[in-house]
């Protein structure tokens, strides 16, 4: 297993997104300035890589070698187009079954609900360039190696996302407690892509108002919710569950 790969340096840094290698993410220093920042920049924006501006301190923590004021990230895994994946799955699968996550941060959390993907056969798992979970070895070690298995695509937003796969014929399905309508009344033996939110805030209002349907799990104890892999497994299998009916 690949472990998630530092480099350092403007140039090195440069050089590695020229190369097309998986930036995950970019920490530049506070206040840097010259002319190759400002081409690193100018790259990262054109290429849509998230980057971070930090203090000194923190890109001190991230590497002790000669930095130059930027750390990147590389990820374990190769990114799939999103578009390229949509076509391909819609061309090849009558019922496909796609997985958004929306702003998911616990890398262990992501993991897990990608080796759930993998055993519910989910055909692609969708997250944002920004504010997502970063693809890391302890992903990769929760996933079981589902990771290398289901493919995974980034997009600047989520919603976006969601208005091409409904362009598409996929009908959305996002998971949130604010709603009266229980997951096992939604009809899921169609074209489907399941939403879920992050950790603590859930599923943006603005995703929640483009899903075709929102569902909640039944909560029969006195805790108001469940852990986010735990309730994908959930909403996953009733996808499985309803197709085999």
Do not use: W
Not at 121 to 126: H, K, M, R, T
Not at 162 to 173: E, P, T
């Amino acid at each position: 297993m690949q472990e998630t790969t530092q480099i350092y340096g403007i140039r090195a840094v440069i050089e590695a997104i020229n190369s097309n290698e998986a930036i995950d993410k970019v920490f530049i220093q506070k206040g840097l300035h010259g002319d190759l920042s400002k081409e690193l920049e100018s790259l990262i924006r054109k290429k849509g890589i998230h980057a971070s501006y930090v203090p000194l301190e923190k890109i001190n923590r991230l590497s002790q070698n000669n930095h130059q004021g930027v750390v990147a990230t590389i990820s374990p895994i190769q990114f799939h187009n999103f578009e390229e994946l949509v076509e391909k799955v819609m061309a090849t699968k009558k019922e496909p079954l796609f997985l958004l996550l929306d702003q998911l941060s616990d890398v262990r959390n992501f993991g897990a609900i990608i080796r759930t993907a993998e055993c519910t056969g989910v055909d692609g798992i969708i997250i944002q360039k920004k504010g997502a979970a970063p693809v890391t070895a302890d992903t990769i070690k929760t996933s079981a190696g589902a990771a290398f298995k289901v493919p995974i695509a980034k997009v600047d937003h989520i919603k976006d996302a969601i208005f091409y796969l409904q362009a598409s014929g996929v009908r959305i399905v996002a998971a949130t407690e604010k709603t009266t309508t229980v997951l096992y009344d939604v009809p899921l033996n169609h074209a489907v892509a399941v939403v879920m939110g992050s950790e603590d805030a859930g599923i943006s209002p603005s995703i929640l108002k483009a899903a075709d349907y929102t569902a909640k799990l039944p909560l029969l104890g006195e805790i108001e919710s469940l852990n986010v892999s735990v309730a994908c497994g959930v909403f996953l299998y009733e996808v499985v569950r309803q197709r085999r009916v």
